[in-house]
């Protein structure tokens, strides 16, 4: 947040403010929906492990993606793979 804040040349205070003024949420918040995103778009095209996909999402483990995922969509990667790719 610093490095954004610092990027855009705002106090951490001011570049959080006018953030979520603009996107409604926070930068965190806003991150963790483009990795889930990501994440979502590597379960639908590519064959790779959970354990690749969250990292490559910037998620670092499969545990924190996969509670990502449950808080954001109620399902694992595994079960959204399926539900979008077929068993």
């Known amino acids: 947040m610093t490095r954004l804040a610092g990027h855009a040349n705002m106090s951490?205070?001011?570049f959080t403010r006018r953030?979520?003024?603009e996107t409604g949420t926070t930068p965190a918040q806003w991150l963790i929906v483009r990795r889930v995103?990501?994440?979502r778009r590597?379960?639908?095209t590519t064959d790779r492990s959970v354990d690749a996909i969250a990292s490559d999402?910037?998620?670092g483990t499969a545990t924190s993606?996969?509670?990502h995922m449950a808080a954001q969509l109620g399902v694992s990667p595994s079960a959204?793979?399926?539900t979008?790719?077929?068993a």
């Open 65 to 67: 993606l996969r509670q």
């Open 57 to 59: 999402s910037g998620f």
């Open 42 to 44: 590597l379960l639908e």
């Open 37 to 39: 995103d990501h994440a």
């Open 12 to 14: 951490v205070r001011t």
């Open 80 to 82: 959204y793979r399926k």
């Open 84 to 86: 979008f790719r077929g």
């Open 19 to 21: 953030f979520a003024d």
